[in-house]
């Protein structure tokens, strides 16, 4: 008898203990100081911590997420940018890489039970709709992640040619700026005075806005400006670089009119413009319009990763045009992609040797680093 107590006791205190183990620390929702809470409250369906951290599975409480089981076997955050990364990878490798976080990755509730697959292990779905294919992403991301280091190599080795060519670089632009700015005011000099023919008043005219566009944004390329650590992107500010797109296209599929094609033309730390041309049979194409101002330089966003061009010209019945680029390593200087996620607002994907530096060797040093998860 004394037996059966002793070991009903223990029961009972092992129940205890699983009881404590299992309770959660969270701040009760209209409290203000953390304190635990049940385990029977854990994913009841009723949400009782401000963060939501109690029912992580149930979606009772609006803020939080569904976390997938597991994780690939990797560490680190690709990639480091806020862009739709599927604009240079394929749709397999954007599904790899979006599940490449720290940690098993979370996604939004609305995207469970949907009978698409967001999680590598397909617990997002109902059991048997789903394969776990964590361990053929993991492959696949590990082969992505060797041919980025790749890429970083070759670019590097521009990037120190980039570097050796700044300072020449700047004194030529300087020297350009100075002459462009006499004829523009030469030529409007002559314009004012009536010594423009008639006929060719309204070309002269355009040019001198063209050129005006150009000094303004010219005069916010400073020789003491950030060009990057050491001044190797200095050598994108005496170029400019094309990008043809289609109407459709740039604007995610979403455009509902007959869509138009567009020349953009992106020059770094000066401005960024748009113009509607005309494809021909032969691949060339014909302007059909001015030029609009998307952006003017104004600022890294991001030191070395992400560039902000604002005060373009005025949408109708919408805001002054802005453009956000975003700066990734890559092998040569080439706009990768545009688009126009919301009304005027503009995200160019560009790829520059410039780019290739520690900080994005490092980055691919923490996803190449093996991480244990459950």
Known sequence: EVRMKTQNLILLLLAFLSVILADLTCIPIGEE??????????????????????????????????????????????????????????????????????????????????????????????????????????????????????????????????????????SNMDAETQEMNTNFQ???????????????????????????????????????????????????????????????????GSFDGIPADFLFTFCPFRRVTQQRIQLENSGSFKLMDGPSLLGIWEAWTRPYEEMSYANG??????????VRVDVQCGVEDRIRNILEPSKCIYEILFETPAACNSNFKNFLNRMAKPQTHP
């Open 313 to 322: 010209d005025t949408c109708w019945n919408g805001p002054a045009r802005h």
């Open 186 to 252: 030469d030529t409007a000099r002559a314009f004012q005075q009536g010594a423009i023919p008639q006929y060719q008043q309204e070309e002269v005219a355009h040019y001198l806005q063209s050129l005006r566009t150009e000094l303004i944004s010219r005069s916010k390329i400073d020789p003491n400006k950030d060009y990057g650590t050491t001044r190797e992107f200095a050598v994108l500010a005496g170029n400019c670089f094309n990008f043809t797109s289609n109407e459709k296209e740039f604007k995610g």
């Open 33 to 170: 100081k953390p304190k635990k809470i049940s385990s029977k409250w854990i994913n009841d369906g009723y949400c009782d911590c401000r963060d939501g951290s109690d029912e992580t599975e149930t979606g009772a409480c609006p803020k939080t997420r569904f976390q997938c089981k597991k994780s690939l076997p990797i560490s680190g955050d690709f990639p480091p940018m806020n862009f739709s990364i599927d604009w240079f990878y394929t749709k397999n490798e954007w599904q790899v890489l979006r599940l490449a976080s720290r940690g098993p990755p979370s996604i939004d509730w609305s995207k469970t039970r949907d009978k698409i697959c967001d999680c590598c292990d397909g617990s997002d779905e109902l059991p048997g709709t789903c394969t776990d294919r964590c361990n053929e992403f993991s492959q696949d991301l590990e082969d992505l992640v060797q041919s980025q280091f790749e890429t970083f190599n070759q670019g590097n080795n521009k990037r120190r040619k980039y570097v050796r060519a700044a300072k020449q670089i700047l």
